[in-house]
Nanobody, 128 residues
């Protein structure tokens, strides 16, 4: 019902920046949260950032706080993740996710199990 397509990943040197985009199709944005998660080999999929429908609430992993910014443009059905000051430990596959029911509790934003749709992922590799 909802398709998510990430773009913007690639290879970047440490200290550089990337902006990831997640384009949603099949449904317009409504009362659902959007999140960015990442997964490195052998690791759990973890929250990077999440945002409410209105953009009024945002959540960030401690490891990216102050470096990454999540935003959304509902008119374009697109969510962005601006990543600055990238570090080698940011290397992972980054996934966009959408939750189609209202999120009110932190866990509903932060847990990958609380999301309904996922993109295919985009690789981000940060070289030292």
């Amino acid at each position: 019902q909802v398709q998510l397509v990430e773009s913007g990943g690639g290879l970047v040197q440490a200290g550089g920046s990337l902006r990831l985009s997640c384009a949603a199709s099949g449904r317009t944005f409504s009362s659902y949260a959007m999140g960015w998660f990442r997964q490195a080999p052998g690791k759990e999929r973890e929250l990077v950032a999440a945002i409410s429908w209105s953009g009024g609430r945002t959540y960030y992993a401690d490891s990216v706080k102050g470096r990454f910014t999540i935003s959304r443009d509902n008119a374009k059905n697109t969510v962005y993740l601006q990543m600055n000051s990238l570090k080698p430990e940011d290397t992972a596959v980054y996934y966009c996710a959408a939750r189609l029911t209202i999120a009110t509790m932190y866990v509903e934003y932060a847990s990958p199990y609380e999301y309904d749709y996922w993109g295919q992922g985009t690789q981000v590799t940060v070289s030292s």
